[in-house]
């Protein structure tokens, strides 16, 4: 079994607590309005700026640590932040049944958030290294034990990051739309010369959505258009993205293929629409996972965002809560979420879908899910 031994945190710089307020109703009225993320508001959470090495980071938390449960933090994808990425998901009811137990932690990647200051010219943004390197100082701060890390896009690679970087962190991931592929040349100049003739907008929605999703949801691609004009800074966006394409490939490779093969070592839920954008690139990241600890979980007839349309689409009904119901469903990468064991407080131990080495590179789990 899957052995976490007690975080270490050497070497963190000193951390400095800045900012705690609740989030009050009221706020964000677009937000609360909009049909789409379903902003209900809990002054049970509370936002708080936390001094990292990198900078510091918006969080906002409802909860405390509780024993050994593990907390649940996200991250966000480019042109996103925690409300506009995960406020329909986590208000789903399903979710809610498993979120009663645990901390859940949001984090906004640096000037992300809405009302977020706009950085300096000449700003320098965080790597994708740094922006993984920050997180320890969160899980300091609150003192969590571990985490289970839910990332969307350029959040699931910051999460990954995290998790090889930090790997007793990390009791688990469940990564959507995560691309392990660093941009090469010819992406890179596409994406330059697609840069003088798009809006940012545009270049955030194409990286969101499917081609066949721009031109048929047309009230869900609106309805994000606005948000991502209106609430995230577009300056503190750009560089956000800049640096998200500039990213170099995730080392990883599944084990016994190369020597020394790096990988995850926490159990893992791949997850991708298969109209998304991202699927090619979710697909290469589970050929370089260990198979025995990783669920790749594709939701047929699903886009860019299955976070949001299995949730909010007229097409996939909120009584079926497929991906929440598939999420519950693997305790090996929830941690026990819905285990007595994990409620109690006791740590249980990760399971796997195959407890044989001999099964190495020969077990795939995969599931495909139809709404």
Known sequence: GLLLQEMTMAGLHELRFTEEKPLLRGQDTDLENSDVFLSAVDTDWKEHDIETPYGLLHVVIRGSPKGNRPAILTYHDVGLNHKLCFNTFFNYEDMQEITKHFVVCHVDAPGQQAGASQFPQGYQYPSMDQLAAMLP????????????????????????????????????????????????WIDWAASKLSGLTSTLPDMVLSHLFSQEELVNNTELVQSYRQQISS??????????????????????????????????????????????????????????????????????DSGGLPQVTQVSNPQFPQSTGCYPAAVRAHPEVCAGVCSASSVDGARPRACTHSESTEAMGQINHTMEVSC
Not at 261 to 276: E, H, I, Q, S, W
């Open 231 to 300: 609430v995230v800074n577009q300056f503190n966006l750009q560089l956000f993205l800049n640096m998200y394409n500039s990213r170099r490939d995730l080392d990883i490779n599944r084990p016994g293929t190369v020597p020394n093969a790096k990988t995850l070592r926490c159990p893992v839920m791949l997850v991708v629409g298969d109209n998304a954008p991202a699927e090619e690139g979710v697909v290469e990241c589970n050929s370089k996972l260990d198979p025995t600890n990783t669920t790749f979980l594709k939701m047929a």
């Open 137 to 184: 100082s969160v899980v300091q701060h609150f003192g969590f034990k571990y985490v289970i890390g839910i990332g969307v896009g350029a959040g699931a690679y910051v999460l990954a990051k995290f998790a090889l970087i930090f790997p007793d962190l990390v009791e688990g991931l469940v990564l959507m739309n995560i691309d392990p592929n660093g941009k090469g």
